[in-house]
């Protein structure tokens, strides 16, 4: 028998700033006029299908946003001058521990991920844990929008072992910093952060079985160009690749199936014994295609998209705390997760819900209540 390990707290931290759609039509006009001929349109526009019934079941769920020079982005939360990832992760950080009621001396083991860092390299992780106060070991983790799945799924493993008894995972999103705002993959993204503490459970809680596999096939479907930004400093850009779409319609589906049912059936349960799904939701119509391609009711997940857009590998993270907070998720539930990361892996975890406590919720997170849940 698994010794039960999972979730104990989870906490989440957004900037200040909420950006909406009129910000990019006041400050970049002739960018949204000529949006259908700029980035974002090219990696989701519809990809020929050859009669696939996965990829067609992709273009019908982005269908209703093609006239949409945002692609349904609404909202998105972006970075002032005075936050980084950093002060967002140690403020994520910080709400896990005191919602778990625990001290930073009694975390041995941080995980982090970064979508990016201050620095091109290393990772945060040895900074936050300085700024904690940690006294522990600090690893920064990387799976791109897969990486909060893959830490848990680490951390649950390591303190089975014996290793390690709490492990925090922080996870933050700081597109913002990363995407020129004269490129229109901008409209997708806003920043955010999570974090959450590992440890033993009661009895038949915590993590029941997960299925990751890589995603090599998206590869080049994003990628990161070195530039110099104005003021002669080295900057990471996020651009899209030539046959990003076609990338993702040709796997997006089938990963989902593949992962979420080998997840299932190792956890030795059934697709409709799972109380709820949490996804990844980095565009408006992701929680679609996630809900169709498994035939499940799109009342058994949320959909933060219009509020937050894509916030990387804090997405799974602030949808389990939001479908916590508005009590989707109740202890003893059976939930899954899925994810999606392009260029790193996909992965599916069922577990059985623990008495998580929740931390503070930021000021400019939205109670979700006017938000649709499932599909938009």
Same mark, same amino acid.
């Given at each position: 028998m698994k010794i039960p390990v999972g979730i104990k707290s989870i906490a989440v931290s957004f900037p200040k700033t909420i950006r909406t759609n009129n910000y990019f039509r006041q400050n970049y006009p002739e960018l949204v006029e000529k949006a259908e001929h700029k980035s974002l349109a090219r990696a989701f526009s519809p990809a020929e299908s050859l009669n696939n019934k996965d990829v067609d079941l992709w273009a019908k769920a982005m269908n209703p946003y093609l006239s949409d020079p945002f692609r349904g982005a609404v909202e998105r939360r972006v970075l002032g001058l005075d936050e980084s990832s950093l002060t967002l992760e140690y403020d994520a950080a910080m709400k896990a521990l005191e919602a778990a009621k625990l001290f930073p001396e009694d975390i041995d083991l941080m995980l982090v991920t970064s979508m990016f860092p201050e620095q091109i390299v290393p990772g945060n992780a040895a900074f936050l844990a300085g700024k904690l106060g940690l006294q522990g070991a600090a690893w920064n983790l990387d799976s791109t929008c897969t990486s909060s799945l893959v830490a848990l799924q680490t951390a649950c493993s390591l303190v089975r072992t014996g290793e390690y008894c709490n492990v925090l995972v922080v996870a933050s999103s700081a597109f913002s910093r990363f995407i020129d705002e004269n490129d229109t993959l901008s409209f997708l993204v806003g920043d955010g952060a999570g974090a959450f503490v590992v440890g033993k459970l009661k009895t038949n809680q915590g993590i029941l079985s997960s299925k990751i596999i890589h995603s090599s096939e998206t590869c080049h479907a994003f990628f990161n160009e070195l530039a110099v930004d104005s003021h002669g400093n080295p900057r990471m850009f996020i651009r899209a690749g030539n046959k990003a779409n076609k990338m993702f319609s040709?796997? @997006?589906?089938? @990963? +989902?199936?593949? +992962? +979420?049912?080998?997840? &299932? /059936?190792? /956890?030795?349960?059934t697709l409709d014994e799972i109380d709820f799904f949490v996804f990844n939701t980095n565009t408006a119509w992701y929680s679609s295609v996630y809900t169709q391609a498994l035939g499940i009711d799109p009342e058994r997940t949320i959909n933060p998209n219009p509020v937050y857009g894509n916030i990387g590998a804090a997405s799974p993270i602030v949808n389990l705390y939001h479908a916590s907070q508005l009590s989707k998720i109740r202890e003893n539930d059976l939930v899954l997760i899925y994810t999606f990361g392009g260029t790193s892996t996909a992965g599916a975890i069922v577990m059985r819900w623990g008495d998580v406590a929740l931390g503070l919720t930021p000021a400019?997170?939205?109670?979700? &209540?006017n938000v649709s849940v499932g599909a938009s």
């Amino acid at each position: 028998m698994k010794i039960p390990v999972g979730i104990k707290s989870i906490a989440v931290s957004f900037p200040k700033t909420i950006r909406t759609n009129n910000y990019f039509r006041q400050n970049y006009p002739e960018l949204v006029e000529k949006a259908e001929h700029k980035s974002l349109a090219r990696a989701f526009s519809p990809a020929e299908s050859l009669n696939n019934k996965d990829v067609d079941l992709w273009a019908k769920a982005m269908n209703p946003y093609l006239s949409d020079p945002f692609r349904g982005a609404v909202e998105r939360r972006v970075l002032g001058l005075d936050e980084s990832s950093l002060t967002l992760e140690y403020d994520a950080a910080m709400k896990a521990l005191e919602a778990a009621k625990l001290f930073p001396e009694d975390i041995d083991l941080m995980l982090v991920t970064s979508m990016f860092p201050e620095q091109i390299v290393p990772g945060n992780a040895a900074f936050l844990a300085g700024k904690l106060g940690l006294q522990g070991a600090a690893w920064n983790l990387d799976s791109t929008c897969t990486s909060s799945l893959v830490a848990l799924q680490t951390a649950c493993s390591l303190v089975r072992t014996g290793e390690y008894c709490n492990v925090l995972v922080v996870a933050s999103s700081a597109f913002s910093r990363f995407i020129d705002e004269n490129d229109t993959l901008s409209f997708l993204v806003g920043d955010g952060a999570g974090a959450f503490v590992v440890g033993k459970l009661k009895t038949n809680q915590g993590i029941l079985s997960s299925k990751i596999i890589h995603s090599s096939e998206t590869c080049h479907a994003f990628f990161n160009e070195l530039a110099v930004d104005s003021h002669g400093n080295p900057r990471m850009f996020i651009r899209a690749g030539n046959k990003a779409n076609k990338m993702f319609s040709d796997v @997006f589906v089938k @990963f +989902c199936r593949l +992962c +979420c049912e080998d997840a &299932i /059936a190792h /956890a030795g349960v059934t697709l409709d014994e799972i109380d709820f799904f949490v996804f990844n939701t980095n565009t408006a119509w992701y929680s679609s295609v996630y809900t169709q391609a498994l035939g499940i009711d799109p009342e058994r997940t949320i959909n933060p998209n219009p509020v937050y857009g894509n916030i990387g590998a804090a997405s799974p993270i602030v949808n389990l705390y939001h479908a916590s907070q508005l009590s989707k998720i109740r202890e003893n539930d059976l939930v899954l997760i899925y994810t999606f990361g392009g260029t790193s892996t996909a992965g599916a975890i069922v577990m059985r819900w623990g008495d998580v406590a929740l931390g503070l919720t930021p000021a400019s997170s939205p109670m979700l &209540i006017n938000v649709s849940v499932g599909a938009s």
